[in-house]
């Protein structure tokens, strides 16, 4: 059984339907990409799975468990972390305190995170070495806003670490980076990779390709394709897309 699985998803905004019958898979330990034109439902597809939408019909299992419906806080404690598209991050806030009140204990307290967040050391020593693996050790103190673009994709990235998650969504990590701030998220995400099941939807194919055990090609609302990188070069929409002859 996979660590995480949708059947028959379907979602609709008035009379658009965006999803329609998508099956998809996630095992253990892997690395699985989403790709497909703009306008696919690929973002739509995250927030269904991950509990920011309610699909209108079909069903989502996290460890056997099912999920669909619940709130995105629910579907954080059991273990589900994701990212976004567009940044989201407390920008007058140092990069340590973001980190620190995102940890699920420090969450349990609510408002009173942030009160409580100056006396807890040893969330501070989590935090601190949340930052680190992500890239940002030294700059704990610097505000979120201070940031450079690229460390604050590693810092929202962080925020996602901090709740401890299982499974771990990126939703277009490397939108906006340059050549050097997508290499460096490259190592990141393949140290992840050794420890997490990760979900990425990307426009970089390189990228992608590089990474990634498993891809879904979504389009029109639906899986079109999927397979191993390499043979998804042979598909006929990677081809058409010019991306078939990608030297990964």
Known sequence: MALFEATGLHKRFGDRVVLEAIDLAFESGTLTGIMGPNGAGKTTCFNCLTGMYVPDRGEIRMDGQSIAGRSPDEVTRLGVARSFQAISLFDDDSALDNVTVALPRMRARSFDAWRHRARDSAAHDEAASILERVGLRGREQVRARDLA??????LEIGLALATAP????LDEPTSGLGASGTARLLDLVS???????LVIIEHDMRF???LADH???????QVI???APDALRENAWVRRSALGSLEC
């Open 149 to 154: 673009y690229g460390e604050r994709r590693a």
């Open 166 to 169: 299982r499974i771990l969504f």
């Open 191 to 197: 140290e992840l990779k050794r420890t997490l099941t």
């Open 208 to 210: 992608l390709f590089r």
């Open 215 to 221: 891809i879904n090609v979504i389009h029109w609302g």
């Open 225 to 227: 394709a999927q397979g």
